[in-house]
């Protein structure tokens, strides 16, 4: 049986549930590339009793069958992912290719940013579609996150923005790896319009949305130990994050319409 499993940010977001169905597994994996976990690997290992073995890159994409889904066949088989493993990555390829091979298959989830951006006193329910902001250079300056915040402003919602990292550094410990800074990823977003609205590809009034004084959230480590949250304009943020360089994984929060108690609540991060 081939179990996908999610384990949270952190040892304590792991339910009995799940540390009895690792307990009994012969083989178990963690993928370790994707995102970053507040313990180590050996307190992992240790926690659940089990010895693991790091799946990178390579492992996940082009491994799975051989090292994994064929072992399955005959043993109890898990691939611990962080967050939750059908939204922090998809997975449900590797489900589907397991399926086909006739396996039987469980998800365990848990936990991932969905749960925390709460925390901000935003309203989930108040949340658009979610976006991420990539690594951009000159040559690749994607319009996708504009764009999909466009359509949240427009309705009125609350656009979140997962910051991205540096998954081709294939490392068990990524706290070195690279990720995009917070200041950059508003810079961004503050570059993306103006460069449409020289190529014409919007109207000019859409790309007038945004400037240095809009308002956003800072979000440090959601769902660590150390979480920081900041609420100020996109230059107080952007100055405040070249002093003090705040820890991965990031995401910002545009805010849309807000009601009174979110604003009251956001009072509380203002720098």
Excluded: W
Excluded at 63 to 78: C, G, H, N, S, Y
Excluded at 85 to 95: E, G, Y
Excluded at 130 to 150: A, G, W
């Amino acid at each position: 049986m081939f179990h996908l499993i999610g384990i949270g940010y952190k040892i304590g977001h792991i339910s009995v549930e799940q540390v009895e169905v690792i307990k009994n597994c012969k083989l178990v994996f963690l993928e370790y590339y994707t995102s970053f976990y507040e313990n180590k690997v050996e307190e992992l290992s240790e926690y659940l009793g089990v010895e693991i073995e790091l799946a990178d890159r390579s492992v996940v994409e082009s491994q799975i069958e051989e090292k994994m889904l064929v072992p399955a066949q005959k043993d109890d088989v898990a691939l611990l992912v962080m967050g939750d493993p059908l939204i922090a990555t998809t997975h449900t390829d590797l489900l589907l290719r397991a399926r086909e091979m006739e396996l039987e298959t469980s998800v365990l989830s848990n936990v991932s940013v969905a749960n925390f951006i709460t925390h901000t006193g935003l309203q989930f329910y108040k949340f658009g579609k979610i976006t991420s902001i990539p690594f951009f250079s000159e040559k690749f300056m994607p319009r996708t996150p504009y764009l999909v915040f466009l359509d949240n402003f427009k309705m009125g919602a609350h656009s979140l923005f997962l910051l991205d990292l540096n998954p081709s550094n294939d490392v068990a410990y990524k706290g070195k790896s690279r990720f995009l800074r917070a200041h950059e990823a508003l810079e961004f977003l503050l570059t993306i319009p103006k460069m449409m609205k020289e190529n014409e590809e919007l109207e000019e009034k859409d790309c007038q949305v945004l400037d240095s004084e809009t308002h956003a959230v800072l979000c440090s480590r959601l769902g660590f130990s150390d979480e920081k949250i900041v609420y100020g304009t996109f230059e107080e943020l952007m100055d405040l994050d070249k002093k003090e360089e705040f820890p991965e994984p990031l995401c910002l929060i545009v805010p849309g319409d807000l009601h009174e108690m979110e604003e009251k609540y956001l009072d509380l991060f203002r720098i």
